[in-house]
């Protein structure tokens, strides 16, 4: 297993070839010491058994497909489920894959680059998808872009899945969180849409304005305001550490896992949109370049 470092004034990054993982992410602050504000593991061997995909690299689809499959241009594609939900790109998706680290950059706008060719039919989708994705470092800010393309017609949905974490503390529930997302999709039991988007504002799920993330819990697709390529913002008052999300795809998944402290922020298209014609299009034709772009810019509180 493979790791690149990569830094500048602000920031430093730990991106490892499996999973094109973010391993670490160092905020450094106004004393100068560093608070890695992502979850992981110290030792990369670690992530071959990890569960939770921590600050992997997820696909061909991220999220959930259901009926077992989908059918494009009247074919139909059979994919791996349990219980009928097919999950974040099959039994072994792309955060379980070794990518090829392409290029690294340390100039002072830092970046690495990582690669991965997933075949034709590779957990039943059609086409050989190249996808790559970029890490690179701008000032205070992160940048993650993924892009793909396909040599025939198939559905893609890439995201990171960084959990978040802003300080030492053995809880998330005093952070303040603020999402600019009106509405989220609503879900069943198995947590695949229903079709239906419903607004959030006055219910448990309405974070329009900031407030303390208390005893909620997420698994959570919101739907991002039109035209505010700001999706988020979370706030730790113990470590000074404030965190803003921005995101070109229409969908945010907000995710807290049940066994330990932290938070993701899923920048994607909707789960299930092959199976819903309402839904934006997840479908890549030959020719066309799928393009994801997100955005983690840390700020610090001035102790002065």
């Given at each position: 297993?493979?790791?690149?470092?990569?830094?500048?004034?602000?920031?430093?990054?730990?991106?490892?070839?499996?999973?094109?993982?973010?391993?670490?992410?160092?905020?450094?602050?106004?004393?100068?010491?560093?608070?890695?504000?992502?979850?992981?593991?110290?030792?990369?061997?670690?992530?071959?058994?990890?569960?939770?995909?921590?600050?992997?690299?997820?696909?061909?689809?991220?999220?959930?497909?259901?009926?077992?499959?989908?059918?494009?241009?009247?074919?139909?594609?059979?994919?791996?489920?349990?219980?009928?939900?097919?999950?974040?790109?099959?039994?072994?998706?792309?955060?379980?894959?070794?990518?090829?680290?392409?290029?690294?950059?340390?100039?002072?706008?830092?970046?690495?680059?990582?690669?991965?060719?997933?075949?034709?039919?590779?957990?039943?989708?059609?086409?050989?998808?190249?996808?790559?994705?970029?890490?690179?470092?701008?000032?205070?800010?992160?940048?993650?872009?993924?892009?793909?393309?396909?040599?025939?017609?198939?559905?893609?949905?890439?995201?990171?899945?960084?959990?978040?974490?802003?300080?030492?503390?053995?809880?998330?529930?005093?952070?303040?969180?603020?999402?600019?997302?009106?509405?989220?999709?609503?879900?069943?039991?198995?947590?695949?849409?229903?079709?239906?988007?419903?607004?959030?504002?006055?219910?448990?799920?309405?974070?329009?304005?900031?407030?303390?993330?208390?005893?909620?819990?997420?698994?959570?697709?919101?739907?991002?305001?039109?035209?505010?390529?700001?999706?988020?913002?979370l706030h730790s008052k113990t470590s000074g550490i404030n965190m803003k999300v921005y995101t070109n795809q229409p969908a945010l998944v907000v995710y807290t896992p049940p066994d330990f402290p932290s938070i993701c922020f899923e920048a994607q298209n909707y789960p299930d949109a092959p199976n819903q014609p309402d839904f934006p299009k997840s479908v890549l034709r030959p020719g066309d370049i799928y393009n994801n772009i997100s955005i983690f810019k840390f700020d610090i509180d001035s102790k002065s």
């Amino acid at each position: 297993m493979k790791q690149v470092t990569i830094s500048n004034a602000y920031l430093t990054l730990m991106v490892l070839d499996y999973g094109a993982t973010i391993q670490k992410l160092l905020v450094k602050g106004e004393d100068g010491e560093y608070t890695n504000v992502v979850v992981g593991y110290n030792h990369p061997s670690r992530y071959r058994l990890d569960d939770n995909a921590l600050g992997a690299s997820i696909g061909r689809y991220a999220g959930r497909i259901s009926e077992g499959g989908f059918v494009l241009d009247r074919e139909r594609y059979h994919l791996y489920q349990e219980d009928g939900v097919h999950l974040h790109g099959g039994k072994e998706g792309f955060h379980q894959k070794y990518w090829t680290i392409d290029e690294v950059d340390n100039s002072d706008k830092p970046f690495v680059k990582l690669s991965y060719t997933s075949k034709h039919l590779e957990e039943g989708y059609p086409g050989n998808l190249t996808v790559s994705v970029t890490y690179k470092l701008m000032n205070n800010a992160l940048q993650v872009i993924y892009e793909g393309m396909t040599d025939r017609s198939t559905v893609i949905n890439l995201t990171n899945h960084a959990y978040f974490k802003l300080d030492d503390n053995p809880y998330i529930d005093e952070y303040d969180l603020q999402l600019n997302c009106p509405y989220r999709l609503e879900t069943k039991d198995n947590l695949l849409p229903t079709g239906d988007i419903i607004p959030v504002r006055k219910t448990e799920f309405d974070f329009l304005l900031p407030k303390k993330i208390g005893l909620q819990r997420f698994d959570t697709i919101y739907i991002k305001d039109i035209g505010n390529e700001k999706v988020a913002e979370l706030h730790s008052k113990t470590s000074g550490i404030n965190m803003k999300v921005y995101t070109n795809q229409p969908a945010l998944v907000v995710y807290t896992p049940p066994d330990f402290p932290s938070i993701c922020f899923e920048a994607q298209n909707y789960p299930d949109a092959p199976n819903q014609p309402d839904f934006p299009k997840s479908v890549l034709r030959p020719g066309d370049i799928y393009n994801n772009i997100s955005i983690f810019k840390f700020d610090i509180d001035s102790k002065s």
